[in-house]
């Protein structure tokens, strides 16, 4: 009886159809392996430009599947269309026809799976149908179908119930479909270069890698906290010590931290590691791993982003943090100067810093308040600082930078990359830094990874590393302003 209270008009007359497929037909309202000849683009690419005539003479039959997700009619003729992963074909059903099995899309709801054998034709009006000869029923939908011309109005349902986002929302569907494309086309870019795809820990006795704070759980048989992994280039560069001279990993990272149109606790990334190489050849590497995404959803690698025009088709420019710095405030950190000096230019430009800031620190956050948002077409920005940049090589020419660059699109970092820290004294020492950060306040510095330092210490080869945000490359090339579009299940606060 609560059951039953808590059912609508709808859903009370759906449970009765279901009654009458049982009691009535004989069926089974929730089917079996259905095996289909085609699928709905298949008959679109093989028969829209055939006459009706020659479909006539034809005589083509085809067997196809679908959810029914429009109905017109309901006496002796029925037209429906039916949506399968590829797209979407009308039926025309006739009782004079199928007879005993008209019943079954009589009685079929908007919503309902139904397997289709029939003979392919073109309505006068020109519409490519498939004529029903036989109706099998494949899965009765006991809740009404959201409205597919007015979508899903309620932003918050299409996150937490995906599924009918998927079905209302061509669009949703087709971003989906690209995010895997997507996907693919970077692996492929990376195995023709000789990558090879690896897999590391998620859960980790060390949250290394990036400055993020960690999730933390704990193992109950060996009685120890662990967490779930930041970054996946730790491990990554013990692949490198032991010999691996090109790896990559497509794959969720977790961080502890606020939610916003950017950022989700749990995304994805693609690192990459190359021996012998420097962040020179990781701009390479970046430009054609983004010109490969690119490629699959604009064939002149052109893509429009809120508006804006974003040409990846041309070589990404490059430029030095401090360069751009000086030409957007006047203000020139190539000379040396001291913390207190930094942060009375910092104050003279109204830029907030922490007690515990270097002069490296000061310069970032120059960079990110006047810069950042500026940087509209693809730009590599080299030369950070040495604080900011605790994993990465020193610069040989000015050791206060670093040779790191990030990519920047639409004033958002897409990629971070450098020349990885292959001194093992020189990781400890940067890293004990970052410990006593933490100690000062910053809960987002790194600890000491002593495994990491002792791999190091066996010898790595000069490395070029990468790492990429997987959603906001897909948030760019699908025109999406929140990640949460881009995210079949993002994060949400429970009901």
């Known amino acids: 009886m609560a059951e039953e209270k808590a059912l609508n008009d709808q859903m009370l007359a759906r449970r009765q159809k279901l009654a009458t497929l049982v009691d009535d037909l004989h069926l089974d309202p929730f089917g079996k392996r259905f095996e289909r000849s085609a699928k709905a683009q298949e008959l679109h690419d093989l028969y ?10 034809g005589q083509h039959e085809v067997t196809i599947a679908g959810r029914m997700v429009a109905k017109r009619g309901a006496g002796k003729v029925i037209f429906a269309d039916f949506c399968d992963v590829s797209g979407k074909i009308q039926v025309y059903a006739k009782r004079d026809d199928l007879g005993e099995n008209y019943p079954i899309i009589k009685r079929a709801d908007l919503g309902d799976f139904l397997g289709i054998k029939g003979i ?118 013990r692949l490198v010590v ?45 430009e054609g791993i983004f010109k490969a995404a690119a490629g699959v959803v604009s064939d002149d690698l052109k893509i429009t982003y ?25 203000v020139d950190f190539w000379q040396e100067m001291s913390v207190e000096e930094a942060q009375k230019l910092a104050d003279e430009h109204h830029v907030k810093y922490e007690k515990y800031w270097a002069v490296g620190h000061i310069i970032n956050a120059f960079f990110e308040e006047f810069v950042e948002d500026t940087l509209v077409q693809p730009t590599f920005v080299y030369g950070h600082p040495v604080e900011v940049s605790p994993l990465a090589k020193r610069n040989a020419d000015d ?94 606060r429970p009901e």
């Open 399 to 492: 050791s206060r930078f670093t040779d790191r660059f990030e990519l920047f699109i639409m004033g958002g970092e897409y990629a971070n990359a450098f020349t990885e820290l292959n001194d093992p004294i020189d990781q400890r020492a940067r890293f004990e830094a970052q410990a006593a950060e933490r100690e000062n306040g910053n809960d987002e510095a790194e600890g000491i990874d002593e495994d990491f330092i002792e791999a190091l210490e066996y010898g790595m080869p000069p490395t070029g590393g990468l790492g990429v945000g997987i959603d906001r490359l897909i948030m760019l090339l699908t025109d999406s302003d929140t990640i949460r579009d881009v995210v079949l299940f993002p994060t949400m």
């Open 48 to 57: 829209d430009n055939s006459t009706l005539e020659e479909l006539e003479a």
């Open 306 to 330: 809120q508006g804006t025009e974003i040409d990846l088709s041309k070589n990404f420019a490059r430029a030095h943090m401090i360069d751009l710095i000086k030409d957007r405030t006047g």
């Open 120 to 237: 392919m034709m073109k309505t006068e009006a020109g519409e490519l149908t498939v004529l029903a000869t036989h109706l099998t029923h494949l899965s009765k939908a006991l809740r009404p179908m959201p409205d597919k011309f007015h979508g899903i109005s309620d932003v918050e349902t299409r996150y937490r119930k995906r599924y009918l986002d998927l079905i209302a929302n061509e669009e949703s569907f087709k971003k989906f479909q690209q995010r895997s494309h997507i996907i693919s086309a970077i692996r492929a870019y990376m195995d023709k270069n000789e990558f090879l795809e690896v897999e590391t820990p998620i859960l980790q006795t060390e949250a290394g890698g990036a400055a993020a704070r960690p999730f933390i759980t704990h193992h109950n048989a060996l009685n120890i906290d662990m967490y779930m992994r930041i970054a996946t280039e730790l491990y990554l560069k």
């Open 242 to 286: 032991g010999g691996m001279e090109r790896v990559y990993e497509i794959g969720r990272i977790f961080r502890n931290e606020g939610m916003d149109p950017k950022h989700n606790p749990e995304f994805t990334t693609m690192e990459s590691y190359a021996s012998y190489w420097d962040f020179t050849d990781v701009m390479n590497e970046t």
